[in-house]
C-alpha cells in the first residue's frame, strides 16, 4: 500500500515535499515513482528512485526543480518540488512496479502499486 500526502495550495516559486508512505514493499529492493496528472492530460512520470542503490531519474521537464529521495528506516519516500510553477497543477502519485531489482522508468505502465494521489495547486 502507497500513500501520499503533503500536496496543498501554493502560490509560484514557492517549494513542497510530498510523502509516500509505503507497507508491504520493502523500499530496499523496490523502485518508487512520482507521477503527476494534470486535468485532461496523461499522467506524466516525473521522477524515479531505484530500491537497490537509491539512484534517481528525474524527468527533463522538471529537472532542477524536482528531486526524490527516501528513508528506508521509515520506509517512506519523498519528492521535493522548488520554485513551482502554475503547470505543475496536478495529482501526483507516488507508484511501486510489481518486481524487485528493475531499472527505473518513467512509463506509468511499469507500476503496478499506486497511490491515491495528492493534489497540488499553485496559484497566486
Known amino acids: 500500500q502507497l500513500v501520499e500526502s503533503g500536496g496543498g495550495l501554493v502560490q509560484p516559486g514557492g517549494s513542497l515535499t510530498l510523502t509516500c508512505g509505503v507497507s508491504?514493499?520493502?523500499?530496499?529492493?523496490?523502485?518508487v515513482g512520482w507521477f503527476r496528472q494534470a486535468p485532461d492530460a496523461e499522467r506524466e512520470g516525473v521522477s524515479c528512485?531505484?530500491?537497490?542503490?537509491?539512484?534517481?531519474t528525474v524527468a527533463d521537464s522538471v529537472k532542477g526543480r524536482f528531486t526524490v529521495s527516501r528513508d528506508t528506516a521509515r520506509n517512506t519516500a519523498y519528492l521535493h518540488i522548488n520554485n513551482l510553477k502554475p503547470d505543475d497543477t496536478a495529482v501526483y502519485y507516488c507508484a511501486a512496479p510489481l518486481d524487485v531489482f528493475k531499472q527505473c522508468s518513467l512509463r506509468a505502465d511499469e507500476y503496478h502499486y499506486w497511490g491515491q494521489g495528492t493534489q497540488i495547486t499553485v496559484s497566486a
Open positions: 528512485i531505484r530500491g537497490t542503490n537509491s539512484a534517481v
Open positions: 508491504g514493499l520493502f523500499l530496499n529492493y523496490y523502485n
